[in-house]
């Protein structure tokens, strides 16, 4: 019941949709061989993508850290990079020129049968579109691609193209994780959507998650992510479960201003811009909200 009373606000966040490294084993993954560009080349390329995008998704850069997430997580021109959940394209658009042409990027989305789960907002209607998604999708994505840019394509968790096995060089899970979790009991969501990524990448391949960060003294049933959150050793516990080695940490999207306690109410990620769910009503809440600012963000990196 809790997981349905949270839907409405858990849609209102999927529609708006100094670096400290820790214990990395492995710094870097190494790119493709047709990749010839310098480092300093790349990153005054990223630099200037970064420029061109539209002027909302900017205005959230001081959260969302684009650049110095894509370049931790080690994502290089050239490579063929998953995009889960990417919504409206907020990291595809970075991704497209950036990867460049021989690069690709592939769009993933939630199977249909877990997006029945959500309730609420998933009515026959919406769930009748979710069928069709992956051609749908694909098709918007190619009308943000330019002349060199990435090729794109898109699939559903659960209905993974056999010929993509053993051919994406990296995953980016950005704020996707806790509704693969939240899910889990009700159908192995979790597990069988971290089979299809193993399945996918190449053996070195890495996933990048970028996931709201639950305090680890939490209650850990508020923190299986009905409210957003989730604990940062149990992801790393999970991935590592799947067959993933963890290969460090980095506190480019933390915010230690967002300490939710699970012993209080309407402490759901939803509360933080840009959803502002609990303080439409209430300009003295929404101010100690826009304070805190978005979420505190772990920013892990995981090979296989």
Known sequence: MKKLLLCASAITLLAACANSVISPQSETQSAPQSVTRTASAVTSSLDAILATQPAENQARYQYRNPKETIEFIGIEPGMKVIDILPGGGYYSRILLPYLGSEGGVVGVDYSPEMWKLFGGFANEEFLEAK???????????????????????????GDVPEELTGTIDAVMMVRAFHHLNRFEEEGGFRVAALQDLYKVLKPGGIVGVVQHRSPEGNDDVWAEGDNGYVKQSHVIATMEAAGFTFEGSSEINANPKDQPSSDEENNFVWRLPPALGTSRDNPELRAKMVAIGESDRMTLKFTK
Do not use: H, I, L, M
């Not at 069928?131 to 898109?154: I, L």
């Open 131 to 157: 069928k069709t998604w992956p051609a749908t999708w694909t098709a918007q994505a190619n009308e943000w691609r330019k002349e060199g840019d990435a090729d794109v394509s898109a699939f559903a968790f």
